[in-house]
Every structure is written in C-alpha cells, then in structure tokens.
C-alpha cells in the first residue's frame, strides 16, 4: 500500500527534483510501497535475508495461507511446556524448504566455481555457480546461524483470481504468533531459523517491550538523530543485523542508506562495472548515488526498477505468477558472449 503524509509527499517531490533531470524518462516516480503495519514490513524484512527471491514470496504467501487457518481455527500448536517438537496431528507442511544447517560447511557437489563475498560486516555470503540443480551453498546471518540453500529454492505457484483469495488471508498479527511454537511455524511456513526471530518479535509486541507506535512516531521526523535512535533500538531485536535495520529504517521514510546485500553487488557489477567488496561498497555506493543525498536508496531504486522492467517488461502488468522470475540468473548479460566455433565433421 501507498502511504500519503506530507512528510513522504515532501520527500518525493525533493527527489523528483534531484532526480528527473538526470532521468527523466525512468518509471518510478519516487512513492515506495509499504505493507499496512510495521510489524508486517518487520517481518517480511527477516523474509528477505540468506534465500533466494522466491523462497521469500514462498514464506510469505505460506504465512498469508496459516492466517486464514488461524482465522477458521484450524489444529495448529501453539507453544505449550512438554511439547518442545511442536508435532500436530495430521500436518502437513504446505511450504517445501531448503534443508537447513548450522555445520560449517558447504557441499561441493556439481560445484564448478565458488566465490566468497562478504556483506554488511557480520554477513558472510557464499555465493555458488553449480552444474547441478542440486548444489547447495551455506549462508551465514548477522546472528551466527547458517542455512544450507539449494540453487533453485522452491516456491509457491501463485493461483488466479478467486483461487488465490480463498486459501490467502491477511499478514499474521503479532497476537496470532506469539503463541505458536517455533517447530511448528518453521515447517508449516518453510521459515527455517527465521521462525524463532519472528515469533519473539510477535511476543515483546504483544508483551509491550517494543512499541511499534513509538517507532512509527521518531520516524515522523526523518532526521539523522532519530535514525541514530531507531537504529540502535532496532539493534535490540534479535535477528536484525545490519542490511534488515537498514530495509525496516527505508519502510519508516530513511532514504539516506541503501540496504546492501549480493543484489547490490549484483547490480554494480552488472551496470555500473563495479566489482565491490565488503570494503568498498560504501564508498562506491556514495560515488555513484551520494549527489542524490539524502534520497540515495530512492535513486538506487529507480535504477534497478527501470533494468528489471528493460528485462521483465512492465512490472506493474506482471502476473503474480511470474514474480519468481526476478531473480539474479534471469539478469545475467546476454551480450558479449563469445561464439563457439562451428565444429565441422572430419568424416
């Protein structure tokens, strides 16, 4: 959903300013989307962290769909003394997931070349090109834990029409997690060590150790000292390292700083022929996008809005169904590919 405010309608005025002369032909007008709680945008932030794209529409659509069963009252487990496996009669995980991990190691099975970037200081982020389907690669998150992906993490097929809406609710509230067990909402969601972060996240909301509503007021006032305090109140959270801070202060009207992770470097690489390390991310993120201050993440954005919709086509007329396809392999170049020769029979 869009959010008017005359905070935000300033905002994007500013940037439209800064930015149409230098673009005045690119789609995004400057208006980011926002979910219709911070707890939602919250959450699906953790979604976007150590999986591929599709997996994460994957665990969103799941917890949409376990809403709705909440909703009827469906058997579900809630977190209850005795019952640490979190087991229910009868269920059926509708969500397949990667198998998860916390060993250090990565398999190098089909596996013909290997790179190792590093991300966000504390995220490690082994990134593996594979012959095979199979081939998994191991990600390390801003808290330590690891989680073994294969190359093609599955996702769900997003249905037409009334389809879609008759197994879908809305985004889970935080009162409607806060008493599901863990075990439970991993298998049923494919959210793997996720599961812990959400659902103590849910509990200090409805405990009233984290007030969304003072959050949402500092954000009111998007000035630097604020963004200092909600910054470090945020580091608070379990499970919020550097890059999902950085996403949640974006939800909240921070435009300043641009969330890094291997789409950014992705993106550099690919467009502006960058090739970025953990330690120079920064500084070429500011080379590039630092004229735009204090709307670098908006300027950023239109820019790789504009080079998905040169390979997707208009992402506004896009099926939901097709949302999957957004990812790094579909982006890579299809130029300056060199031409095998023709190989001629010596019959």
């Avoid at 998007?222 to 939800?251: E, H, W």
Wanted: glycine share 6%; with cysteine; charged share 25%.
């Amino acid at each position: 959903m869009l959010r008017f405010s005359e905070a935000e309608e300033k905002a994007v005025r500013e940037f439209r300013s800064l930015h149409v002369v230098d673009h005045p032909n690119r789609s995004f007008s400057g208006r980011v989307f926002r979910s219709p709680t911070l707890f939602e945008d919250m959450v699906k932030c953790i979604l976007l962290c150590n999986c591929q794209w599709p997996r994460t529409l994957s665990m969103a659509q799941a917890l949409c769909e376990l809403q709705l069963e909440l909703q009827k009252g469906s058997p579900c487990t809630i977190a209850v003394s005795g019952n640490s496996k979190g087991e229910s009669e009868g269920f059926i995980p509708k969500t397949p997931a990667s198998k998860e991990t916390r060993r250090n190691k990565v398999s190098t099975k089909g596996m013909f070349c290997k790179k190792k970037l590093e991300l966000d200081g504390n995220l490690q982020i082994d990134h593996v090109v594979a012959s095979s389907s199979t081939a998994t690669t191991l990600l390390t998150t801003d808290n330590g834990d690891s989680e073994e992906l294969r190359s093609h993490d599955s996702c769900h097929e997003f249905s037409n029409g009334n389809e879609y809406f008759s197994r879908t609710g809305n985004f889970p509230s935080p009162s409607e997690l806060a008493n599901l067990d863990e075990s439970f909402l991993a298998k049923r969601c494919g959210l793997g060590y996720r599961a812990g972060y959400i659902i103590e996240l849910a509990r200090a909301i409805v405990e009233g150790k984290i007030q969304l509503g003072q959050l949402e007021e500092l954000s009111k006032d998007a000035c630097l000292s604020n963004y200092k305090q909600l910054d470090d109140q945020l580091k608070q959270i379990r499970g919020y390292g550097p890059f999902t801070r950085a996403n949640v202060l974006m939800c909240l009207g921070y435009y300043h700083v641009i969330p890094t992770d291997s789409e950014t470097v992705r993106h550099l690489k690919q467009v502006h022929s960058r090739y970025t390390t953990s330690k120079t991310i920064e500084r070429e993120l500011e080379e590039i996008y630092g004229k735009y201050e204090p709307y670098q993440f908006l300027a950023f954005w239109s820019e790789i809005w504009d080079f998905y919709e040169t390979r997707f086509g208009k992402l506004n007329e896009m099926h939901s169904s097709d949302y999957k396809l957004i990812t790094a392999c579909n982006m890579r170049s299809t130029t300056n590919k060199r031409k095998r020769p023709s190989r001629k029979c010596q019959c």
